[in-house]
């Protein structure tokens, strides 16, 4: 059984802080790997994706993959209230370009 | 990014009855469609994939004659909750792979209430 594992939270950061997401695989031969953004009520939106080892900036966020260690995380630098969100994990799971989602972080940032 | 749409938002329907959920790829063409559901508080689960000129492929544990799936183009699927009941109450989101490495996109999903 392909897993996905991600803390549920809520993680609570003050506004301007860096709010850290972490996320581990169990597949190893996963090769992609995403973080979605979803608001309550509404669907996932992309945030990034990732393919190879090391880091990838966007704007405030970070993603960072470590395929030896099946990890990957997501940084956000100076994180604001519209921040507040769940945040999934998403791998390839292969087959059709599958994702297998974890069950998502919630993230709550504070004034 | 690319725009996936899904048609209704929202639906509600009596015990019984059967319910189509559109999903459309507004800009591209997707071979390959995905369809989710979400109940409240818990992460997505994949239901089935649908394919361009083919059956669809359905997870374990997933009714196949429950929910049709219809992959009528290359911007068009549709799920079909047939017989409804109360139990199906969701949220129901669609998702198409788009570009070099098939990033998946997601349509706004459709709620769905059964009465």
């Known amino acids: 059984q392909k897993e996905v594992e991600q803390n549920s939270g809520p993680l609570s950061v003050p506004e301007g802080a860096i709010a850290s997401l972490n996320c581990t695989y169990s597949?190893?031969?996963?090769?992609?790997f995403f973080w979605y953004r979803q608001y309550s009520g509404k669907s996932p939106e992309l945030i990034m994706f990732i393919y190879s080892n090391g880091d990838k900036e966007d704007g405030r966020f970070t993603a960072q993959l470590n395929k030896a260690s099946q990890y990957v995380s997501l940084l956000i630098r100076d994180s604001q209230p519209s921040d507040s969100a769940t945040y999934l994990c998403?791998?390839?799971?292969?087959?059709?370009?599958?994702?297998?989602f974890g069950a998502g972080t919630r993230l709550a940032v504070h004034p | 990014g690319a725009v996936v749409s899904q048609h209704p938002s929202r639906v509600i329907c009596k015990s019984g009855t059967s319910v189509k959920i559109e999903c459309r790829s507004l800009d591209f063409q997707a071979t390959t469609m995905f369809w989710y559901r979400q109940f409240p508080k818990q992460s997505l689960m994949l239901m089935a994939t649908?394919?361009?000129?083919?059956?669809?492929?359905?997870e374990q544990g997933v009714e196949k004659d429950k929910f049709l799936i219809n992959h009528a183009s290359l911007t068009l699927s549709t799920l079909t909750v047939t017989s409804a009941h109360p139990e199906d109450s969701s949220f129901y989101i669609c998702?198409?792979?788009?570009?070099?490495?098939?990033?998946?996109?997601f349509g706004p999903g459709t709620r769905l209430l059964v009465l």
């Open positions: 597949d190893r031969g996963s090769q992609s």
């Open positions: 998702s198409a792979p788009e570009g070099s490495q098939e990033t998946q996109y």
């Open positions: 998403a791998v390839s799971g292969g087959g059709y370009n599958k994702l297998i």
């Open positions: 649908s394919n361009e000129g083919s059956k669809a492929t359905y």
